[in-house]
């Protein structure tokens, strides 16, 4: 779907403050509170929990500057690293435990073929959340972008991804930023595309009642990637 007008996050930037106080404030009438705050958090700690998913280091690589998502990886990896398109201005110092599991904060490169231009060894695990929706301006792109995702991972790795169905916008302030129009099936077959194995996904079926966005719900999937041959 074409863009038209709508910005891109990657690209334009937006207010961070002006995004977390609409999408991911704690406050009890955020209208959005089950889709973007409470379903990440407890999709990726049930993943987490469940034992299989090991090792010593993280790769973050998520859309704007919010951390809530990974309070739950600090109990399970040593090493943190945040991969941003732009500096985060959020503070990290909320919680200790996570603030000493992060290790570094990074800018990387959506458009180029290393998103980090090499300077990171592959990682046990690497999160995603929204991060492919933003930045990706067709499905082409998003299956490239997929790839270059997974070279962030090692062999028999494991990618935690949640992302929209089905829309094409979502607002900060007074301006609107694109989001790639792509539905479940499409992602489920992206994925095995690169070589990852489905281990486990879900649908969470829209809350929210408002018009500051569009999509009809989030998928969330842990997948494994191929051993190397």
Do not use: W
């Amino acid at each position: 779907m074409d863009r038209g007008d709508h910005k891109l996050y990657h690209v334009h930037g937006f207010d961070s403050r002006t995004y977390l106080e609409t999408y991911l404030s704690d406050k009890e009438d955020m209208a959005f509170k089950d889709d973007t705050l409470l379903f990440p958090m407890r999709k990726f700690h049930f993943a987490l929990s469940q034992g299989h998913i090991k090792g010593d280091s993280l790769i973050d690589i998520s859309m704007g500057s919010f951390i809530h998502h990974l309070y739950s990886a600090c109990d399970f990896f040593k090493e943190i690293t945040i991969l941003r398109p732009s500096e985060s201005d959020q503070s990290l110092e909320k919680d200790i435990r996570l603030k000493a599991a992060i290790k570094q904060i990074i800018t990387c490169y959506p458009h180029k073929q290393n998103l980090t231009d090499g300077i990171l060894p592959q990682a046990d695990c690497v999160i995603t959340l929204a991060f492919l929706d933003a930045t990706s301006e067709n499905l082409q792109e998003y299956d490239r972008n997929l790839k270059r995702m997974s070279n962030l991972l090692k062999p028999g790795g494991h990618l935690l991804l949640i992302g929209s169905l089905n829309a094409s916008y979502y607002t900060v302030g007074e301006e609107k930023f694109h989001l790639l129009t792509y539905d479940e099936a499409h992602v489920k077959k992206a994925l095995t595309d690169v070589g990852f194995t489905i281990d486990h996904y879900e649908v969470h079926n829209r809350k929210a009642e408002t018009d500051l966005t569009n999509y009809e719900g989030f998928i969330f999937i842990a997948a494994r990637k191929g051993e190397s041959k």
